[in-house]
C-alpha cells in the first residue's frame, strides 16, 4: 500500500485516539462539577474500542507507511494493544485520587490519551526524526502531568527537574540525528544498518552520532549513570503519574529502542558486536546500582524508581543479547517488558489505594495493613514477589526467559549479574512486607 489514502487508513487508530482526547477536553466544558467523573469512563471506553478496532483492522497487517517511515506490523500492534490496556488500568486505579486529590480532570484525561498517542508513534517509528516527534509528544504531555499536583512544592519542584533533564535530553538526541545524517545521509532505521555494514571505517562523527542517540534514549528508560531524574520525579509526581512513568513511558522508550537495535544495528553484525559490550555495560552497572541502592529507601515512590532502573538494567540484559540468528532475545524483551508492567500495575494499584486512605507514602506507614486491609495486603505481596521473581509468579518465568536468552547468546556473565541483582531486590521486596506483615 502506497497511496496516501491507504495510509491513512492503516492509522485510523491513531487518529481516533486523538479525537478521543479532544473529545474527553470538549465534553469537559459542558460537564457540571460535580460529574467529571463521567470523564474517566468516557476514556476508558473509547480505549477500549480502540483496542478492538486496532485488533480488527491490524490483525494481519505487514505494511511500511509513508515510504518506511512508520510501520503497521505484528510488533507495532502488540504495543499498541499494550499501551491502550494499559491506559485502561492507569485511568481505573487513579480515579479516585483524581477526582479527590486533583484539579481539572478533564485534562489530566486528555493529556494522558496523547501522551498514550506518543506511545503507539514511537512503537511504530522506524525513521529516527519520527521517533523523536514521537517521543515529543509523551515527553510534552509527562512534563504537565508530572506538575498536575500544582499546589505541592515537591510535584513543581519534581516537574521543574524533569523538564530540564527532558529537554537536554532529547537535544542530545536531535543533535546525534543530525550527526548521523550528516555521515550516512538517512535516518531510516534500515538505511542506517546498511550505511553501516557497507562502512569499511566508520568516522568518528558516526560513532558520536550513534552514541549521543543511545545517551538521549539511556535518559528516557533512567538507566544508570542517566538516571538521576527519575527518584526525584517518582516521588514528586501524583501517585497515579508515577505509575505512569514507571510503566508506560519506560515501555515506550524500550520498544523504540528494541526497534532501533534490531533494525539498525543488529543487521550490521561487525558493528553490533562493538556496540554490544556498551549496552552489556549500562546494564551491568544498571542492574546493580538500581538494587542497591534501593536497599537505603524508605519511600515508596523513590523504592520503586531504583526498583524500575534495576529492572531498565534487566531489559537492556536483553537487548544487549539481540542477534540476527535468534528471535529469543527479542521475543524475551517483549515478554519482560508486558510482565514487568503489568506486575508493576498490581503494585502500584495497592499503593494508590493506601494513598488514598492514609495519604502516606512511607515505608514503615505500611505497618499494619494485612490487619485492616488482608486484600490489599495479599495483592502487594503477590506483585512483589513477582517482581523478585520467586518461582510460581509471573516474574519468574519472565526472568527465566530473559536471562537464559542472554546466556544462549553468550552473555553468561551478564545472566549471571542478573541473577545476583534479582536476589538483592528481593532483600527490600521482603521489607516492604515484614512492615506490612509484621
Given at each position: ?111 494522558l490519551l496523547f ?39 515537591k510535584s513543581n ?44 571505517d566508520v568516522s ?235
Amino acid at each position: 500500500m502506497n497511496g496516501l489514502s491507504d495510509n491513512l487508513e492503516l492509522l485510523t487508530p491513531e487518529f481516533a485516539l486523538a479525537g478521543l482526547a479532544f473529545l474527553v477536553f470538549t465534553v469537559d466544558l459542558f460537564l457540571p462539577k460535580g460529574r467529571k467523573g463521567y470523564l474517566a469512563w468516557l476514556s476508558i471506553a473509547g480505549l477500549i474500542a480502540l483496542i478492538v478496532l486496532s485488533l480488527v483492522m491490524l490483525w494481519d497487517e505487514e505494511e511500511s507507511l509513508y515510504n518506511g517511515l512508520l510501520a503497521v506490523d505484528s510488533f507495532s500492534l502488540f504495543f499498541k494493544v499494550f499501551f491502550l490496556g494499559m491506559g485502561v488500568f492507569i485511568i481505573l486505579s487513579s480515579m479516585d485520587f483524581v477526582e479527590h486529590r486533583l484539579k481539572y480532570q478533564g485534562e489530566f484525561y486528555g493529556l494522558l490519551l496523547f501522551s498514550i498517542l506518543g506511545m503507539n508513534l514511537m512503537a511504530q517509528s522506524r525513521e529516527l526524526l519520527t521517533a523523536y516527534i514521537a517521543l515529543e509528544l509523551l515527553s510534552f504531555s509527562l512534563y504537565v502531568l508530572a506538575a498536575y499536583a500544582k499546589d505541592s512544592a515537591k510535584s513543581n519542584e519534581s516537574a521543574l527537574k524533569y523538564i530540564i533533564v527532558g529537554a537536554v535530553s532529547s537535544a542530545i538526541l536531535l543533535y546525534g540525528v543530525s550527526m548521523v545524517y550528516s555521515t550516512l545521509g538517512v535516518t531510516k532505521f534500515d538505511d542506517i544498518a546498511i550505511g553501516l555494514a557497507a562502512a569499511t571505517d566508520v568516522s568518528p562523527a558516526l560513532w558520536v552520532g550513534v552514541g549521543l542517540i543511545l545517551v538521549g534514549l539511556m535518559f528516557k528508560v533512567s538507566a544508570v549513570p542517566f538516571h538521576m531524574w527519575a527518584p526525584d520525579v517518582y516521588e514528586g509526581a501524583p501517585y497515579p503519574v508515577t505509575a505512569y512513568l514507571a510503566i508506560g513511558s519506560k515501555a515506550a522508550a524500550f520498544a523504540l529502542l528494541l526497534r532501533l537495535v534490531g533494525e539498525g544495528f543488529v543487521p550490521a553484525a561487525e558493528r553490533w558486536e562493538q556496540w554490544q559490550l556498551v549496552f552489556a555495560a549500562l546494564a551491568a552497572v544498571s542492574m546493580l546500582v538500581g538494587n542497591l541502592v534501593a536497599l537505603a529507601q524508605k519511600n515508596l515512590k523513590r523504592l520503586m524508581a531504583y526498583s524500575s532502573i534495576g529492572h531498565a538494567g534487566f531489559i537492556l540484559a536483553g537487548i544487549t543479547a539481540l542477534s540476527t540468528d535468534s528471535n529469543l532475545a527479542s521475543n524475551g524483551v517483549m515478554f519482560y517488558l508486558v510482565g514487568y508492567s503489568i506486575t508493576n500495575m498490581v503494585v502500584f494499584a495497592a499503593l494508590i489505594s493506601f494513598f488514598n486512605m492514609t495519604g502516606k507514602e512511607l515505608i514503615t506507614d505500611l505497618g499494619g495493613l494485612a490487619d485492616h486491609q488482608p486484600f490489599l495486603a495479599a495483592c502487594l505481596g503477590m506483585g512483589l514477589f513477582s517482581l523478585a521473581g520467586l518461582p510460581i509468579f509471573a516474574g519468574f518465568t519472565m526472568k527465566f526467559y530473559l536471562f537464559t536468552a542472554v546466556a544462549t547468546e553468550g552473555f553468561l556473565w551478564l545472566a549471571a549479574l542478573a541473577i545476583f541483582s534479582s536476589l538483592i531486590s528481593l532483600y527490600y521486596y521482603l521489607n516492604i512486607l515484614r512492615q506490612v506483615y509484621i
